[in-house]
């Protein structure tokens, strides 16, 4: 039997601070593609992890703040791709190649998102996504000039994989890819975020990713009888240490809305606290996470 559960709905697990995409362009809705919100759906074990997954546009949308700058020193060495050779590293190192083609195509370095495409483009062979990576998608990869055009393919792709993940009943390949993408993101955001300021928009996005960390622990939960998942839970769990210590509080909210029964409301009423000695901590134990799942320490 098929236990409905009530999510927060997430677009896409590499899309890290959407708040960012708000204060930028309001149009967020292309041919149909739903654009990151705080609503709350009902779904099932089936189209659970479909949710998980952000958007490249949402994904680095914080590059519209000026406090970070790009650097390429925190993109995962391209030769660390040939040490993943297991499906579970496989599918976690095209999350995490993935996210810096985002980064990468956020900050406009064409360039570089080339280099990063053909990585993504080779590992996508090995976990049977090579459909997706057509001669026409790579041709459009080369011809773009501006960055819009380049978020643009970048973003129709991440459609692509997903729709054919689901298509094909692939939802334990799709957590996996949505572990590497996660963390690969939130690595970057916490190197180009060196130092712990108080009351800074970046730091409280870093801290708000608590909620969007449980719904990812709690979507590998629901999968925890296959053995890859179930190592990926035990490797996410010195960043689980770091977000269950961080407090909610409740805040004052002149313009409190009533939730509908039923419904989840998402900001508003509380915030998460985050110090600088959690943040410090966090920092150091997303950097080990990483660095072990991306093949940088082996």
């Given at each position: 039997?098929?236990?409905?559960?009530?999510?927060?709905?997430?677009?896409?697990?590499?899309?890290?601070?959407?708040?960012?995409?708000?204060?930028?362009?309001?149009?967020?809705?292309?041919?149909?593609?739903?654009?990151?919100?705080?609503?709350?759906?009902?779904?099932?074990?089936?189209?659970?992890?479909?949710?998980?997954?952000?958007?490249?546009?949402?994904?680095?949308?914080f590059?519209?703040?000026?406090?970070l700058?790009?650097?390429?020193?925190?993109?995962?060495?391209?030769?660390?791709?040939?040490?993943?050779?297991?499906?579970?590293?496989?599918?976690?190192?095209?999350?995490?190649?993935?996210?810096?083609?985002?980064?990468?195509?956020?900050?406009?370095?064409?360039?570089?998102?080339?280099?990063?495409?053909?990585?993504?483009?080779?590992?996508?062979?090995?976990?049977?996504?090579?459909?997706?990576?057509?001669?026409?998608?790579?041709?459009?990869?080369?011809?773009?000039?501006?960055?819009?055009?380049?978020?643009?393919?970048?973003n129709?792709?991440?459609?692509?994989?997903?729709?054919?993940?689901?298509?094909?009943?692939?939802?334990?390949?799709?957590?996996?890819?949505?572990?590497?993408?996660?963390?690969?993101?939130?690595?970057?955001?916490?190197?180009?975020?060196?130092?712990?300021?108080?009351?800074?928009?970046?730091?409280?996005?870093?801290?708000?990713?608590?909620?969007?960390?449980?719904?990812?622990?709690?979507?590998?939960?629901?999968?925890?009888?296959?053995?890859?998942?179930s190592?990926?839970?035990?490797?996410?769990?010195?960043?689980?240490?770091?977000?269950?210590?961080?407090?909610v509080?409740?805040?004052?909210?002149?313009?409190?809305?009533?939730?509908?029964?039923?419904?989840?409301?998402?900001?508003?009423?509380?915030?998460?606290?985050i110090?600088?000695?959690?943040?410090?901590?966090?920092?150091?134990?997303?950097?080990?996470?990483?660095?072990?799942?991306?093949?940088?320490?082996?």
């Amino acid at each position: 039997m098929k236990t409905p559960l009530k999510f927060i709905k997430i677009v896409f697990v590499f899309a890290i601070f959407a708040t960012y995409a708000a204060c930028g362009d309001d149009t967020e809705k292309t041919d149909g593609k739903d654009s990151l919100n705080s609503d709350v759906i009902e779904i099932t074990e089936d189209n659970l992890i479909t949710y998980l997954i952000p958007s490249p546009k949402d994904m680095f949308a914080f590059t519209k703040n000026e406090q970070l700058k790009y650097s390429d020193k925190v993109l995962n060495n391209k030769e660390n791709a040939d040490k993943f050779l297991d499906t579970k590293s496989l599918e976690i190192g095209f999350g995490i190649y993935s996210a810096d083609l985002a980064y990468t195509a956020a900050f406009n370095q064409t360039n570089t998102a080339g280099e990063y495409l053909k990585v993504v483009n080779n590992l996508s062979d090995k976990i049977g996504l090579g459909s997706v990576f057509t001669e026409s998608l790579l041709e459009r990869f080369k011809k773009v000039d501006n960055k819009d055009s380049l978020l643009k393919v970048t973003n129709d792709t991440y459609y692509d994989i997903v729709k054919f993940l689901e298509e094909n009943d692939r939802n334990t390949s799709l957590s996996l890819i949505s572990v590497g993408g996660w963390v690969e993101s939130l690595y970057i955001v916490t190197s180009l975020q060196n130092k712990y300021i108080k009351e800074n928009e970046i730091i409280q996005l870093i801290a708000d990713q608590k909620n969007i960390f449980e719904n990812l622990m709690l979507s590998l939960e629901q999968r925890e009888a296959d053995e890859n998942i179930s190592l990926v839970i035990q490797e996410l769990k010195p960043i689980k240490d770091i977000y269950d210590q961080l407090e909610v509080i409740k805040i004052e909210n002149p313009n409190k809305v009533t939730p509908k029964p039923g419904q989840i409301m998402v900001g508003g009423t509380t915030k998460i606290v985050i110090t600088e000695q959690q943040f410090n901590s966090l920092k150091e134990s997303i950097a080990t996470v990483r660095n072990k799942l991306a093949g940088s320490n082996v």
